[in-house]
């Protein structure tokens, strides 16, 4: 059986035989991996009233130490939303109280999100969830090459510069 992008490859074979296209079959494959799995973790989300911007805050601010606390640019630094999505993305999550938002003692030009009692709960619903989407979208691949694979996206994602250092 092939999938859509081998056909796409066996065309440009066909039509460019003289263009090594081979990258084309990983990239094109991440680019339809990424859309399909974002479809499955947005359907996810959803059942729980979010998406995955305001997830990934809600996550970051979980798995940080408590009580459950940054700053904005730390969030930032700390999660997979963009900076301008940072200010709007937690004036939503502050009216639905799942986040607070209080200046520091020690410095006033800096704020502090936390989540409150409310978004605490509801991560601890979603994540389960989400793990369990993962774990669906994953089933296919024995864990030996689930593992394989993870290693070798870090390899990628670090020799473009996706460093734990660069956070």
């Not at 991996?33 to 995955?52: C, Q, S, W, Y």
């Not at 999660?79 to 937690?90: D, F, H």
């Not at 691949?141 to 394989?148: C, K, N, S, T, V």
């Amino acid at each position: 059986m092939a999938d859509h992008v081998e056909l796409v490859l066996k065309q440009w074979h066909d039509q460019r035989p003289d263009l090594d296209v081979s990258p084309m079959g990983v990239i094109g494959r991440l680019a339809r991996l990424h859309r399909l799995i974002d479809a499955e973790l947005r359907r996810t989300f959803a059942a729980h009233e979010l998406d995955r911007a305001s997830f990934d805050v809600l996550a970051t601010l979980r798995r940080s130490d408590p009580p459950h606390r940054l700053t904005p640019a730390e969030l930032m630094r700390a999660s997979m939303i963009t900076s301008g999505a940072v200010t709007q993305r937690l004036d939503r999550l502050e009216a639905r109280g799942l986040v607070t938002r209080t200046p520091s003692e020690s410095d006033g030009r800096v704020v502090h999100v936390t989540l409150t009692e409310e978004g605490y709960a509801l991560i601890e619903r979603v994540l389960p969830d989400h793990v369990e989407t993962e774990h669906r979208v994953l089933a296919a691949l024995p864990e030996d090459r689930r593992a394989a694979l993870a290693e070798t996206l870090r390899d990628l994602l670090e020799s473009l510069g996706d460093t734990a250092d660069a956070l």
